[in-house]
């Protein structure tokens, strides 16, 4: 669902994104429009998602990049998989109390025979390669970590995403809490999920 608010400046997404999955889905098209609607204007988007397709998410991050306003994100609950890569459009990106954030690998499902399930494998490399090169817009891990935190399914409660570079702040009781200035007790939090995805990837390679 997108829902409008002009009189506070504000769009609201609730839902799945991209078409077929929900009655009132996400897409590029209908967050193209919300956002013609405050012309050059700032503008709030909050956002509470479990995700949805990636090509539909990757557009719409685009598509509110391009926006001539300023553009500030609020994850209110949840931003999950695609939702998550919408997130990261705000220049501003707040975190409110108890909202989580997740990333992922792609994922899909495949039927056929073996050539043609090579190709879908390639697929979602591709898709993969495509998340990376955005979360490391914003995250300071090396690329190969970062498909570690992916491929470990990673969630991030509010101040591990400030701490990671997702968000840059947290919003409490009206008040923002801004990326620490403490730079070491950042890399540090960083290296520990790090270390942990890693220990989760051990678990969970076959024998």
């Not at 897409?27 to 397709?53: C, D, H, M, W, Y």
């Amino acid at each position: 669902m997108i829902e409008v608010k002009n009189e506070v400046g504000e769009i609201l997404l609730s839902g799945v994104v991209g078409d077929g999955w929900d009655e009132n889905p996400i897409t590029q098209k209908e967050v193209g429009k919300a956002l013609k609607s405050f012309g050059n204007s700032p503008v709030t988007i909050r956002i509470n998602s479990p995700g949805g397709s990636a090509d539909e998410g990757i557009g719409i991050y685009n598509t509110i990049l391009s926006h001539g306003g300023e553009v500030t994100t609020i994850n209110d609950s949840l931003a999950a998989s695609a939702a998550s890569i919408i997130f990261l459009a705000g220049s501003k990106r707040l975190m409110a109390d108890g909202s989580r954030l997740m990333i992922h690998r792609a994922l899909g499902f495949a039927f056929g025979n073996q050539n043609e399930l090579r190709k879908y494998l390639a697929a979602l490399e591709s898709y993969d390669r495509s998340l990376v090169d955005i979360y490391s817009k914003y995250m300071s891990e090396s690329k190969e970590d970062i498909e570690a935190l992916l491929s470990a399914e990673t969630w991030y409660e509010a101040d591990a995403a400030i701490d990671a570079g997702l968000a840059t702040g947290r919003v409490e009781n009206g008040n923002k809490r801004k990326k620490p200035s403490n730079q070491m007790d950042a890399a540090r939090s960083n290296l520990q999920r790090l270390a942990m995805a890693k220990f989760s990837q051990h678990l969970t390679r076959d024998k």
